[in-house]
């Protein structure tokens, strides 16, 4: 394959796992989490790094699941001892965050780590840092990252789907019907975790941001089911990682800020003409003449 | 040694002094989003100015920092409103519309930059350093305009003191005595921007937002009162401002921003651990105040049923 496919093809598999785990993020409400763990994840791999001294996927991902857990931990942890839960959630990411780069411009940052690469990927030298693989034969080590990842996004939401519907429309009714709500939250933690680190590679700490929460919000304006919005979701991902890729190549600039200036494109594409949830519907539709005769009983 | 060396130099006391007066409005505007529960807010803000600050750049061809603050400031405040918009007017969640700003304006400012830094060549007057800060490179007229600035807000904290407080704990008062809550709404809009944007060049986009978010948290171990929170929070955001700005003067090259963030993140810690309302130790001391205390009657009780007995 070209130099070119082997980038499209990584955009879109980031594209791909990202939106369709930013459907839960959204419908739990755990924007701002994501937002977190996207920057913690960088200690993790920063800490792995100064351990193993080697940048290898295994020792990153580890490094990754950790940060990423101890994120939402420490998150909860504060929150439980009266602090507000956007506010636990901004001491414990830019600490941490903050620690990283503190240890990367002192002590790693002349080798195979930069504050630079962290924050916006290094999509462009995916292609040349290869692996042997029996059957695939020679293949991008990022790529093949993202490619276990994202089967394993969507083994797990195949496997959970009906637990992970149920705990996030309703935790209360999950927790009565004996599903393990706490695992189940630190279990989607860790695969936000797995699927921010095998992207970051890619697209860097903050525009995996983007990837994670704009398709599926976007989606999320389209369509009340939750199946039809995973797959939107996946969709317009996907298409974002395309259209992303063309004005990079156009405007000769970052590839993954383009993936990330493009998902702001189709959000902003779908809040104003969705039929459905956007302000075009909500002119087409006058408010229901039901809902004033409910306002006016009461 | 070093350290003293630094602290002998001019400039650098300059620099001190003024990321010390950022820090103490940085700390001050934090306890006003800490109870208006926007500590997040700051942070969506804080990195959505940074398109303002390349197009900007870009539009003046140089590093001119008034123009850049103004341009960062618009497009903060573009992001507030986009972000009041789509929450309001979709059912998208606030929190959801926040990490969409920040991340698309995020990336849309990496754009922006990376053209810059292309078509400029080396001499993009270190546009990169706004993304960590690097309070190194500010020069005498930086150093003044963030002083300047950073006492408006300080003093219209100071002032107002008495209907923020209203308006942040007692709104329908406060609107019944003829304050606007509106016009408060707006001004403190405004001066949580000011204060994000003025700190940009010393503590970078990124981490701006903790050094609004972290004295205050800070600050509530300590106190129950607002006036002292805002206090001991403005206290402890100087100290951090101060301290961060002289560690990383020490290594060449080294970013200010994550400096002043561990300092800050360090005040926190003591805190959490030795804070005088709900701080680790104190709520481990009452624990076992409370167990002997629940032991105590039982063992009266006990003497009692044995008394009874015996009598």
Known sequence: MSYTAWILLTAVLV???????????????MAMMADAISHTVLLGIVTAYLITRSL??????????????????????????????????????????????????????????????ALMGEIAFIPWKTINVPILGEIPEATLLLLVVLIIVIVAIIAFYKEWKITSFDPALAASLGIPVAAMHYLFMGLVSVTTVASFD????????????????????????????????????????????G???????????????????????????????????????????????????? | ??????????????VLFSTMLLGMAAGMIGCLAYWKRQSLMSDALSHAALPGIVISFMLLGYK????????????????????????????VKEDSAMGIVLSVFFGMGIMLLTIVNRTAGGNQGGLDNFIFGQAATMVRSDVDMMMFLALIVILIVTILFKEWKLFLFDPSFA?????????MNLLYTFVLVLTIVMGIQAVGVILMAALL???????????????????????????????????????????????????????????????????????????????????????????????????
Not at chain 1, 72 to 92: C, H, K, P, T, Y
Not at chain 1, 261 to 287: D, E, M, N, Y
Not at chain 2, 1 to 14: D, R, V, Y
């Open chain 1, 56 to 117: 290898s996927g295994v020792h990153m991902l580890i490094g990754a699941i950790v940060a990423g857990l101890l994120t939402s931990i420490l998150v909860q942890w504060l929150n439980n001892r009266g602090v507000q839960q956007d506010a636990s959630i901004g001491v414990v990411f830019t600490t941490l965050f903050a620690i990283g780069v503190v240890l990367i411009s002192t002590s790693v940052g002349n080798v195979h780590l930069d504050v630079q690469h």
């Open chain 2, 64 to 91: 001119n920092m008034f123009v850049l603050i103004i341009g960062a400031a618009i497009s903060a405040l573009l992001g507030a409103c986009l972000i009041q918009w789509v929450t309001v007017a979709s059912r």
């Open chain 1, 247 to 298: 004005i990079a190549v156009l405007l000769d600039t970052s590839i993954s800020a383009s993936m990330a200036f493009a998902t702001g494109i189709i959000f902003l594409l779908s809040f104003l003409l969705s039929p459905v949830h956007g302000l075009l519907g909500r002119k087409l539709r006058p408010p229901k003449p039901i809902e004033d005769a409910q306002t006016a009983h009461i």
């Open chain 1, 202 to 245: 890619a697209v860097g700490a903050i525009m995996v941001v983007a990837m994670l929460i704009t398709p599926a919000a976007s989606a999320y304006l389209w369509t009340d089911r939750l199946l039809v919005m995973l797959g939107l979701s996946g969709g317009f991902g996907m298409v974002s990682a395309g259209i992303g890729y």
């Open chain 2, 213 to 311: 978010i972290i004295p205050s948290v800070s600050a509530r171990y300590w106190t129950q009162s607002f006036g002292w929170m805002v206090a001991l929070s403005a206290i402890f955001g100087g100290l951090s401002g101060a301290i961060g700005t002289v560690v990383s003067a020490l290594g060449t090259g080294w970013p200010t921003g994550p400096f002043i963030v561990i300092v800050a993140a360090t005040f926190f810690a003591v805190s959490l651990i030795f804070g005088k309302h709900k701080g680790w130790l104190v709520q481990k001391l009452e624990l076992r105040e409370k167990q002997k205390e629940a032991k105590r009657p039982s063992q009266q009780h006990l003497s009692r049923k044995i008394l009874k007995e015996e009598g």
């Open chain 2, 1 to 14: 040694m070093k350290a003293l060396h630094i602290l002998l130099l001019s400039n650098t006391q300059w």
């Open chain 1, 15 to 29: 594209g791909l796992s990202c939106s369709l785990i930013g459907v839960f993020l959204i419908l739990r409400k």
């Open chain 2, 175 to 183: 609107q019944g005595l003829g304050m606007s809550l509106r016009g």
